[in-house]
């Protein structure tokens, strides 16, 4: 089973910056593509990143240019790079894991991790 822990969010002023970590357990990292999302009081749950196994990356409209998604496969680990944050990026946190580079969908989630931004 491929667990997924998301850490690294919190409190943080707007402008500020905050770096998330996921670590997926299991041999296979290298060849996952991971995502992270995030959901917002009161609204769906918005793509915000994707990286695949080659490292080529996709950018939600809303965190282009402030957001940046990294994979350290030695590490088994995804991070996201969060700057110029604003109150509208408050919300919980998911990294997502799924073994098929063509699929939209993801087969793993975890917990979430809170990123609160205050102005």
């Known amino acids: 089973q491929v667990q997924l822990v998301e850490s690294g969010g919190g409190l943080v002023q707007a402008g500020g910056s905050l770096r998330l970590s996921c670590v997926v357990s299991?041999?296979?990292?290298?060849?996952?593509?991971m995502g992270w999302f995030r959901q917002g009081p009161g609204k769906e749950r918005e793509f915000v990143a994707t990286?695949?196994?080659?490292?080529?990356?996709l950018y939600g409209d809303s965190v282009k240019g402030r957001f940046t998604i990294s994979r350290d496969n030695a590490k088994n680990t995804v991070y996201l790079q969060m700057n110029s944050l604003n109150p509208e990026d408050t919300a919980i946190y998911y990294c997502?894991?799924?073994?098929?580079?063509?699929?939209?969908?993801?087969?793993?989630w975890g917990q979430g991790t809170q990123v609160t931004v205050s102005s």
């Open positions: 997502a894991a799924d073994p098929d580079p063509g699929s939209k969908g993801y087969s793993y």
């Open positions: 299991g041999r296979t990292f290298s060849r996952y593509r």
């Open positions: 990286i695949w196994s080659g490292g080529s990356t």
